[in-house]
């Protein structure tokens, strides 16, 4: 044998051996090792963090996505150096760590096919593109701002300056070429800065469109720019993260959008619920949502402005099978562009963009808890109506069956009906309204989800009512079907407390099998969760813990939007409470108005009401 052929044989030998061996060392790991700090790695997982600095620009995260992105820009800070000290310059370098961040940066957004196939939820997406985005722009414009200064110095770099601005071989500048790449640097700026949190906020609802518009302009110049730099890397990777945006909206445009038909229509101050009929069949899961996108005033649909919707079955026992062209979208008014869903009439055509979503693969748990507030209600509802579907559907094959052990399979022949021998054996759904009126909206749901355990062992339900009883519930009460109302002179944080998401928690503790909470509602409402699985999670009982997608946003989510605009208001009983002082402004501290705000007896009879 030859050198090489012996080495490349003895590496491949070698790998055959180590490959068993990593795998049993990894599994021995992950079995053994992992579960000791079982406690700690889920504070890592599911804990957020306050935004460290006044600017927040971390707020949001947890902490093993502040670990991984900080880990991205330290590589990214050491990589350029890196290849600046091997004889490249630091504007080289900074261009091809740029261009090399942009590939994945122009995936085509949560909505590509490739974010679903690696599985990515829509808040780590987001993390990602934020943190990548910000990084090449940084690299992007440290490279132009070095060309730049050597070109007002009168050095150039070859032929064709390496920034944003182009020279000749006199140094002249050529005002065309000069224009397009100010473009590109001026408009990546423009991002940068506009995304940043609190910037953010204040454009509201126009930040999709600037956006848009902005990346837009910068992409053109920047493509302009690789042209006459005639650097075949820079040209490859700029055009392949082109030619992968264009790819994935073409694939979005094709596959996710379908017009649909209004059949009917239902409305009143707080939501509108559509139902909905499409020419194709919709594939969809639990917790699946659309991009609902108007009638337009010059096309058949306003392609510029669209808005997160989630997907109600109108047949729960489709919810079986996963598929329908027939089904119902119920929407807020948490935006003005949701509030024209008012002007909708029946026999209207609206378009859709979807399913989008990630599949939990809830059924391979034995106990999964849902726990929603408000409007998240719409995104754990059709989880629960899911799951207790399938079992069922498999209840009944059996049932017809006459098998005595339901355990046995059931396709022991050619015409054997399958079942989906679902592994979920308890399923925990807590609803804290933040009105009364909230029950109206999926009634008929929840009497569904209660038809469907006739025996009433698989689903525990909890509708946590925020004012006192006027009506019935929508079901049923039972012991494992309550709703909980606050009697009079009770404060609501005084009834829920024995149906608390604590007391649910400890009422699964002995379940065998694993566990999943998946939460839905504001930032207060999931952070308490997440301390909640925290805290409860051991060795013993690991649980796992997600967010879903779709998150219902309101006045604490959107600072901006002011204080007229909230929607419901949790319901707040008649009585004293002690409150910590507030500044006050100086007009306040006139002694005939009311006293100083650093007066002992400052706000301890002030009706929580008038607070």
């Given at each position: 044998?030859?050198?090489?052929?012996?080495?490349?044989?003895?590496?491949?030998?070698?790998?055959?051996?180590?490959?068993?061996?990593?795998?049993?060392?990894?599994?021995?790991f992950?079995?053994?090792?992992v579960?000791l700090f079982?406690?700690?790695?889920?504070?890592?997982?599911?804990?957020?963090?306050?935004?460290?600095?006044r600017l927040?620009?971390?707020?949001?995260?947890?902490?093993?996505?502040?670990?991984?992105?900080?880990a991205?820009?330290?590589?990214?800070?050491?990589?350029?150096?890196?290849?600046?000290?091997?004889?490249?310059?630091?504007?080289?370098?900074?261009?091809?760590?740029?261009?090399?961040?942009?590939?994945?940066?122009?995936?085509?957004?949560?909505?590509?096919?490739?974010?679903?196939?690696?599985?990515?939820?829509?808040?780590v997406?987001?993390?990602?593109?934020?943190?990548?985005?910000?990084?090449?722009?940084?690299?992007?414009?440290?490279?132009?701002?070095?060309?730049?200064?050597?070109?007002?110095?009168g050095?150039?770099?070859?032929?064709?300056?390496?920034?944003?601005?182009i020279?000749?071989?006199?140094?002249?500048?050529?005002?065309?070429?000069?224009?397009?790449?100010?473009?590109?640097?001026?408009?990546?700026l423009?991002?940068?800065?506009?995304?940043?949190?609190?910037?953010?906020?204040?454009?509201?609802?126009a930040?999709?469109?600037?956006?848009?518009?902005?990346?837009?302009?910068?992409?053109?110049?920047?493509?302009?720019?690789?042209?006459?730099?005639?650097?075949v890397?820079?040209?490859?990777?700029?055009?392949?993260?082109?030619?992968?945006?264009?790819?994935?909206?073409?694939?979005?445009?094709?596959?996710?959008?379908?017009?649909?038909?209004?059949?009917?229509?239902?409305?009143?101050?707080d939501?509108?619920?559509?139902?909905?009929?499409?020419?194709?069949?919709?594939?969809?899961?639990?917790?699946?949502?659309?991009?609902?996108?108007?009638?337009?005033?010059?096309l058949?649909y306003?392609?510029?402005?669209?808005?997160?919707?989630?997907?109600?079955?109108s047949?729960?026992?489709?919810?079986?099978?996963?598929?329908?062209?027939?089904?119902?979208?119920?929407?807020?008014?948490?935006?003005?562009?949701?509030?024209?869903?008012?002007?909708?009439?029946?026999?209207?055509?609206?378009?859709?963009?979807?399913?989008?979503?990630?599949?939990?693969?809830?059924?391979?748990y034995?106990?999964?808890?849902?726990?929603?507030?408000?409007?998240?209600?719409?995104?754990?509802?059709?989880?629960?109506?899911?799951?207790?579907?399938?079992?069922?559907y498999?209840?009944?094959?059996?049932?017809?069956?006459?098998?005595?052990?339901?355990?046995?399979?059931?396709?022991?022949?050619?015409?054997?009906?399958?079942?989906?021998?679902?592994?979920?054996?308890?399923?925990?759904?807590?609803?804290?309204?933040e009105?009364?009126?909230?029950?109206?909206?999926?009634?008929?749901?929840?009497?569904?989800?209660?038809?469907?355990?006739?025996?009433?062992?698989?689903?525990?339900?909890?509708?946590?009512?925020?004012?006192?009883?006027?009506?019935?519930?929508?079901?049923?009460?039972?012991?494992?079907?309550?709703?909980?109302?606050?009697?009079?002179?009770?404060?609501?944080?005084?009834a829920?407390?024995?149906?608390?998401?604590?007391k649910?928690?400890s009422?699964?503790?002995?379940?065998?099998?694993?566990?999943?909470?998946?939460?839905?509602g504001?930032?207060?409402?999931?952070?308490?969760?997440?301390?909640?699985?925290?805290?409860?999670?051991?060795?013993?009982?690991?649980?796992?813990?997600?967010?879903?997608?779709?998150?219902?946003?309101?006045?604490?989510?959107?600072?901006?939007q002011?204080?007229?605009?909230?929607?419901?208001?949790?319901?707040?009983?008649?009585?004293?409470?002690?409150?910590?002082?507030?500044?006050?402004?100086?007009?306040?501290?006139?002694?005939?108005?009311?006293?100083?705000?650093?007066?002992?007896?400052?706000?301890?009879?002030?009706?929580?009401?008038?607070?």
């Amino acid at each position: 044998m030859s050198p090489d052929v012996l080495t490349y044989y003895s590496i491949g030998f070698s790998a055959l051996w180590a490959t068993p061996l990593l795998l049993s060392l990894y599994v021995l790991f992950y079995r053994r090792v992992v579960p000791l700090f079982h406690r700690q790695l889920a504070k890592v997982r599911y804990q957020r963090i306050g935004g460290l600095t006044r600017l927040r620009l971390f707020r949001g995260m947890t902490r093993i996505e502040l670990v991984l992105v900080l880990a991205y820009i330290a590589g990214n800070g050491v990589a350029v150096p890196l290849q600046a000290s091997k004889g490249a310059t630091i504007t080289s370098s900074a261009a091809l760590a740029a261009s090399i961040n942009l590939v994945p940066l122009l995936l085509g957004g949560r909505t590509s096919r490739i974010a679903d196939v690696f599985g990515l939820s829509r808040p780590v997406y987001y993390v990602a593109h934020h943190w990548i985005g910000r990084t090449a722009i940084a690299q992007g414009l440290i490279h132009a701002a070095i060309s730049l200064n050597a070109v007002a110095r009168g050095q150039a770099f070859g032929p064709i300056a390496l920034s944003g601005s182009i020279v000749s071989q006199s140094f002249r500048y050529k005002v065309p070429e000069l224009t397009m790449n100010l473009q590109a640097a001026g408009s990546f700026l423009a991002v940068l800065l506009l995304s940043l949190p609190w910037l953010r906020r204040m454009q509201g609802a126009a930040f999709h469109g600037v956006h848009r518009i902005l990346y837009v302009a910068g992409m053109t110049g920047l493509v302009w720019h690789v042209l006459l730099t005639q650097s075949v890397l820079h040209e490859v990777l700029v055009f392949v993260a082109c030619g992968l945006w264009v790819l994935s909206h073409a694939y979005r445009v094709v596959s996710r959008w379908r017009s649909a038909e209004v059949m009917e229509k239902w409305s009143n101050s707080d939501v509108t619920r559509l139902r909905l009929r499409t020419q194709r069949s919709v594939a969809a899961f639990p917790g699946s949502y659309f991009y609902l996108y108007m009638p337009g005033s010059y096309l058949n649909y306003n392609l510029l402005r669209s808005s997160a919707v989630m997907m109600l079955w109108s047949d729960v026992r489709q919810t079986a099978t996963g598929k329908t062209s027939d089904f119902q979208i119920l929407a807020g008014r948490q935006s003005r562009y949701l509030r024209q869903l008012q002007t909708i009439q029946k026999g209207d055509r609206i378009l859709l963009d979807g399913p989008y979503g990630q599949d939990l693969q809830l059924s391979k748990y034995e106990t999964v808890i849902l726990t929603a507030k408000g409007m998240g209600i719409l995104s754990i509802l059709p989880m629960a109506l899911h799951l207790a579907a399938r079992k069922d559907y498999d209840d009944s094959v059996r049932s017809q069956s006459n098998l005595e052990d339901p355990t046995m399979g059931l396709a022991t022949g050619p015409s054997a009906v399958p079942v989906f021998r679902d592994a979920t054996r308890r399923i925990d759904l807590l609803w804290k309204l933040e009105h009364n009126d909230q029950k109206g909206w999926v009634a008929d749901q929840l009497k569904a989800l209660q038809d469907l355990d006739p025996r009433r062992v698989l689903l525990l339900v909890w509708c946590i009512y925020p004012r006192p009883k006027t009506k019935n519930p929508p079901f049923q009460q039972e012991p494992h079907w309550v709703a909980v109302y606050p009697e009079e002179g009770q404060s609501i944080v005084e009834a829920e407390a024995p149906y608390s998401f604590e007391k649910a928690l400890s009422h699964e503790v002995l379940m065998p099998g694993k566990c999943i909470v998946v939460a839905c509602g504001n930032r207060t409402f999931t952070d308490e969760t997440r301390v909640s699985v925290i805290r409860n999670t051991s060795r013993d009982w690991p649980i796992e813990f997600v967010e879903a997608e779709y998150r219902p946003q309101d006045n604490e989510d959107r600072p901006w939007q002011g204080r007229g605009r909230l929607m419901h208001r949790e319901y707040q009983p008649r009585h004293t409470l002690r409150i910590a002082p507030r500044r006050l402004r100086r007009r306040d501290r006139r002694a005939d108005r009311i006293p100083s705000w650093s007066s002992p007896n400052w706000g301890s009879n002030i009706p929580l009401h008038m607070v």
